[in-house]
């Protein structure tokens, strides 16, 4: 059979995408006490209204402990009136909205939660500078069927899909990774016990909701450090995940935001940046020793390609390419390959209606320089520094600048007494 065309519409289980264009999950630090603000509807506007197919809102994290970020959406009674709102001001511009949900695990932010972080086995964190105890089995059970339930309310907030996060050494991939994971229960051990995890949040999902939205999940190839979780456990995972039918669809990451957050990124280390966004002793961490934890890796077009193709010819499951996305010539080579959609992260920030542009000509790549510089600004309002910040969004924790709102009335959050529009 012949190669789809990445602009034709595309199958994700009981969803038809316009196109085979996703953007990315990309934490975008726009909420604010749990709930959505117009920034934050505003930011996946622009991807819809810029043409791709579906928008991923990243991180809805399914309990109060799993956020990585005090001001995370969780998924309250008081959330839904404005996830609505942003899931109907995605469709009314023609694209499907994805919600990505998981919990943090080690990576979670103990603090702000005011909740110890959980992980497989008790375990320090050197860059968030907390520490993690072992979660346990009745702690597993809680997040489990919280999953469940995030799946529903979404469903019910009128997403099309949701992307369970079992990448990046949160909760589930930690559990998947022999570095992090030293448990000697049903939990540990050899990989199907470590993969145990993973497996019960899936089934606990499709069976929340069936087949009334796509089911994604986002899992690691290759934690990015020694000892971790790499491509030769990475694949049978994925035909487990296949076998068990609670997949709709599979999107292969990598790295870890414990061990090596810079791996998946691939370009420029933004050391300073992020030291000038960060708390103390944070900050002076990421000074001191920024250099050993952040890692640079040259960037290249496609660099998830190789790895991603081997678990490609593993599974029958639509695949979604991600890493470095950033041209036509990427996107037909995915198609080619067997890919059924293409995600696009960084290059969408740079330029959120690119994908229009690439459609009217088919030369036109990106203009993002792998710069990195992104990254930090998710404290402050995800977005391109090299765009003028009168054009993108500038928000703070999700207020927006010269904020004016009252504690009982935010000046740009959604509650039960806002409309969409």
């Not at 290759?222 to 999107?251: K, R, S, Y």
């Amino acid at each position: 059979m012949s190669a789809p065309d990445v602009f034709s519409p595309g199958r994700l289980g009981p969803v038809t995408l316009r196109n085979r264009t996703i953007k990315a999950a990309t934490y975008e630090g726009l909420s604010h006490r749990g709930r959505v603000t117009q920034d934050l509807i505003d930011f996946h506007v622009a991807y819809a209204r810029g043409g791709v197919g579906m928008t991923t809102v990243a991180y809805l994290a399914v309990d109060k402990d799993g956020r990585t970020d005090r001001h995370q959406v969780l998924w309250t009674d008081e959330a839904m009136p404005g996830l609505r709102a942003l899931t109907d001001a995605v469709h009314a511009e023609g694209a499907a909205v994805s919600a990505q949900i998981g919990h943090g695990g080690p990576v979670a932010e103990s603090r702000g939660n005011r909740a110890p972080a959980l992980a497989p086995s008790a375990r320090v964190n050197v860059i968030a500078m907390n520490k993690a105890q072992q979660a346990t089995v009745a702690d597993l059970e809680r997040i489990v069927a919280a999953h469940g339930r995030a799946a529903v309310r979404a469903v019910e907030a009128g997403f099309d899909a949701v992307e369970v996060h079992l990448g990046h050494n949160y909760l589930a991939s930690a559990f998947l990774s022999p570095k992090l994971n030293h448990r000697d229960d049903g939990y540990g051990g050899g990989l199907r016990n470590r993969a145990r995890l993973a497996r019960e949040i899936m089934q606990a999902v499709r069976d929340a909701v069936g087949d009334r939205i796509a089911i994604v999940a986002k899992m690691n190839m290759d934690d990015g450090a020694p000892g971790g979780f790499w491509l030769d456990e990475a694949i049978p995972v994925a035909q487990w995940l296949e076998a068990d039918g609670t997949l709709d669809g599979l999107e292969m990451t990598a790295g870890s935001s414990l061990l090596n957050p810079m791996y998946l990124f691939k370009g420029d280390v933004p050391l300073d940046e992020f030291a000038g966004v960060m708390p103390q002793p944070v900050k002076a961490g990421v000074k001191l020793i920024g250099h050993r934890l952040l890692k640079s890796y040259p960037y290249t077009d496609g660099f998830l390609l190789e790895d991603a193709k081997q678990v490609r010819a593993a599974v029958d499951l639509p695949m979604i390419l991600l890493g470095g996305v950033t041209s036509r010539a990427v996107m037909d080579t995915a198609m080619a390959e067997g890919f059924g959609f293409v995600a696009m992260a960084r290059a969408l920030l740079r330029e959120p209606d690119l994908v229009h542009r690439m459609q009217a000509d088919a030369t036109r790549t990106s203009l993002c320089i792998h710069c990195n510089k992104c990254m930090p600004t998710n404290y402050t309002g995800t977005r391109c520094v090299l765009v003028d910040r009168r054009t993108t969004r500038s928000a703070s924790w999700g207020k927006p600048e010269g904020y004016a709102g009252t504690p009982a009335e935010p000046s740009g959050e959604w509650d039960a007494s806002h409309r969409a529009g």
